[in-house]
């Protein structure tokens, strides 16, 4: 045997190799990223509470039956029907709004596209979505009516901001997210969720 | 001039040998600092509800996570979709204000207003359930809730 002088491994691979293995595992990571619907839990009412009596007009019944069913302002719908006819309640504009804070009258809704009819609502600051649902609901069904709820405001959120500001609720707040300390799309995200105040109300289930 | 010519010519190759090292601590420092979930499952993985008009959940420290679903352990839960897991155990509905307080307790106090509880429920648990940890939350005023969903096609 000659002896000979042993040569040295080539190495340069390796760093290919573990940079696979590297890629590999930082492609293959999902950070599951929570999200869901956020809601905002009414406070408890104190024990002498007396509700305040609201017109039945400005009421948009929604009950689940336990079946998963839907009874929408007693009649039975469709899930997808529930969107169309939340935004045609909501945007109804047949009366006059909520008083404001300092004393004055309520004033007729000036933005509204709907019918103005007598026996739907009366501003979108009075419409009240009531969801009751049964303790035997589904709750796949439960989050679904609540999106589509969700979907009617964004819908007419979205109509509004188009027409005063030229850019959709959305991309406006999308737009706020990136830039936190302006103060003029502050006041204009403010102006629209004022204008369609999402009031959605979870009655007490029936059993 | 010809002094530098010839020290050009012999310049070795970069030992490339301890590249391997760098990217493989690498991968052991992502390894070793990736955690997966805080918590065990009790209940079987839930099946999330999937919705479209869903927000993401910021600053995790702030955010409990409530599951519901179905127990892994049928024998001992039976096997309805409607158990409550607090931390590593399940846990009924009466046990939600304390498990709150307790995770208030571990934030400051200029923090506890915007601590939100994520719902985690399965699709097929039913209202009731979800109902029952709603009423808890507003006895202890935790009132922000997110329900946990995947993100749906429109």
Redo the contacts between chains.
């Keep these: 045997m000659a002896r000979r002088e042993n040569p040295e491994i080539n190495?340069?691979s390796?760093?290919d190799?573990?940079?696979l293995?590297?890629i590999f595992?930082?492609v293959t990571?999902t950070m599951n990223?929570?999200?869901?619907?956020?809601?905002?839990?009414?406070?408890?009412p104190p024990a002498d509470y007396v509700p305040p009596v609201i017109k039945e007009k400005n009421i948009f019944e929604v009950n689940?039956n336990r079946n998963n069913d839907l009874l929408v302002e007693n009649e039975a719908m469709d899930i997808k029907d529930l969107k169309e006819a939340a935004i045609k309640f909501i945007d109804n504009g047949g009366g006059l709004g909520k008083p404001g804070e300092d004393g004055k009258p309520g004033k007729a809704c000036d933005y509204c596209e709907g019918e103005k009819s007598e026996s739907s609502s009366d501003h979108p600051n009075k419409a009240i979505i009531s969801v009751q649902?049964?303790?035997?609901?589904?709750?796949?069904t439960?989050?679904?009516v609540?999106?589509e709820l969700?979907?009617a405001y964004?819908v007419l959120r979205n109509k509004l901001c188009q027409k005063r500001y030229n850019i959709s609720f959305t991309d406006l707040e999308a737009a706020f997210k990136d830039d936190k300390t302006n103060e003029e799309l502050k006041k204009k995200i403010e102006a629209i969720r004022n204008a369609y105040p999402q009031i959605i109300s979870?009655a007490?289930?029936t059993? | 001039m010809s002094k530098f010519k010839k020290k050009k010519k012999g310049m070795p190759a970069v030992n490339t040998a301890s590249l391997p090292d760098i990217v493989f601590m690498l991968l052991f420092f992502f390894m070793v600092t990736t955690t997966m979930r805080e918590t065990d499952l009790r209940i079987e993985a839930p099946k999330l509800p999937s919705a479209t008009e869903i927000k993401k959940l910021e600053h995790k420290s702030l955010v409990c996570t409530i599951y519901v679903g179905k127990s892994k352990d049928v024998s001992k839960h039976g096997s309805g979709f409607n158990r409550i897991q607090l931390n590593d155990k399940i846990a009924s509905a009466d046990q939600v204000p304390a498990f709150i307080i307790n995770a208030r307790s571990k934030v400051s106090e200029a923090e506890v207003p915007f601590m939100t509880t994520s719902i985690k429920a399965d699709k097929e648990s039913s209202v009731g359930t979800i109902t029952d940890i709603r009423l808890k939350l507003r006895d202890v005023n935790a009132l922000k809730v997110s329900y946990s969903t995947q993100k749906g096609a429109e």
């Excluded at chain 1, 990223?33 to 408890?44: A, C, P, R």
């Design positions: 190495a340069g390796m760093a190799i573990a940079f293995l590297l595992f930082l990571t990223v929570d999200s869901g619907v956020s809601k905002k839990l009414s406070e408890k689940i649902s049964d303790r035997g609901t589904e709750y796949g439960y989050i679904q609540q999106n969700l979907r964004r979870d007490e289930p059993s």
